[in-house]
T-cell receptor, first 115, second 113 residues
Framework: GAVVSQHPSWVICKSGTSVKIECRSL??????MFWYRQFPKQSLMLMAT?????????EQGVEKDKFLINHASLTLSTLTVTSAHPEDSSFYIC???????????FGPGTRLTVL | DAKTTQPNSMESNEEEPVHLPCNHS???????IHWYRQLPSQGPEYVIH???SNVNNRMASLAIAEDRKSSTLILHRATLRDAAVYYC??????????????FGAGTRLAVHP
C-alpha cells in the first residue's frame, strides 16, 4: 500500500514552454501533498504544500506564479512549471501524506531538462 | 525548524548490522523523528519514525535516547540494496494540522560485498 506515482518520469522541453507534472496517490486518498525539488548532489528542498480544494502554500523564495500547483482531487496534485528556463532543470519529487499516521510517501520523481 | 546532524558517509559490509546516528539536540517535545532513505534517481522511501519509545518494523529499528537529543537507525543485516542516502528528519505539527519534512544532507551508506 501507500503507492505514489508521478508522470512523466522525465521530460525535455524548450526554454519558454510550460511543463505539467502529475502526482497521484494510487491506493489512498491524500488531502495533503508536497512538492520538492532536488538538484544534483544536493538534498531535497520543499517547494510547496498542496491542499485539496484550497490554494497551495509556498515555501519562502519559491515563486507561486512560476510553479503553479493544483490539487483538484484527493488523489491528484499537479505542478506546472511555467515559462521554463534551463535553471529550472531539476529532479521534481512529490509526496502524499497518509493522515492516520502522518507519514509521507514519495513518488519516483520527474527529471526535467530545459534546453 | 529543529535541525539534525548526521555523518556525511558510513560504510558497512554485507550481512553486518549498521548503526546510523543522528543528533538533534534542539528537538522539542512534539517533534517526531523520521527516517527516510533515497536510492540514486529515485524518490525517498519511508523507513521508520518515532516520538519517544524505540520502534521496530520490517525494515529497521529506531533507538531513541532517553533525553531525545539523539537517535540511531539500526539495519540489522545490511544488504547491497541498503546502499542509499539516509535522512534523519524532525517534523513538527504545522499550523495546518500536518507535519512538514525538511531534509538535511543525510548519510550516504556504502555496503560492501
Amino acid at each position: 500500500g501507500a503507492v505514489v506515482s508521478q508522470h512523466p518520469s522525465w521530460v525535455i522541453c524548450k526554454s519558454g514552454t510550460s511543463v505539467k507534472i502529475e502526482c497521484r496517490s494510487l491506493d489512498f486518498q491524500a488531502t495533503t501533498m508536497f512538492w520538492y525539488r532536488q538538484f544534483p548532489k544536493q538534498s531535497l528542498m520543499l517547494m510547496a504544500t498542496s491542499n485539496e480544494g484550497s490554494k497551495a502554500t509556498y515555501e519562502q523564495g519559491v515563486e507561486k506564479d512560476k510553479f503553479l500547483i493544483n490539487h483538484a482531487s484527493l488523489t491528484l496534485s499537479t505542478l506546472t512549471v511555467t515559462s521554463a528556463h534551463p535553471e529550472d532543470s531539476s529532479f521534481y519529487i512529490c509526496s502524499a501524506r497518509v493522515s492516520i499516521t502522518d507519514t509521507q510517501y514519495f513518488g519516483p520523481g520527474t527529471r526535467l531538462t530545459v534546453l | 525548524d529543529a535541525k539534525t546532524t548526521q555523518p556525511n558517509s558510513m560504510e558497512s559490509n554485507e550481512e553486518e548490522p549498521v548503526h546510523l546516528p543522528c543528533n538533534h539536540s534542539t528537538i522539542s517535545g512534539t517533534d517526531y523523528i523520521h527516517w527516510y532513505r533515497q536510492l540514486p534517481s529515485q524518490g525517498p522511501e519511508y523507513v521508520i519514525h518515532g516520538l519517544t519509545s524505540n520502534v521496530n518494523n520490517r525494515m529497521a529499528s529506531l533507538a531513541i535516547a532517553e533525553d531525545r537529543k539523539s537517535s540511531t537507525l539500526i539495519l540489522h543485516r545490511a544488504t547491497l540494496r541498503d546502499a542509499a542516502v539516509y535522512y534523519c528528519i524532525l517534523s513538527a505539527l504545522f499550523s495546518g494540522g500536518y507535519n512538514k519534512l525538511i531534509f538535511g544532507a543525510g548519510t550516504r551508506l556504502a555496503v560492501h560485498p
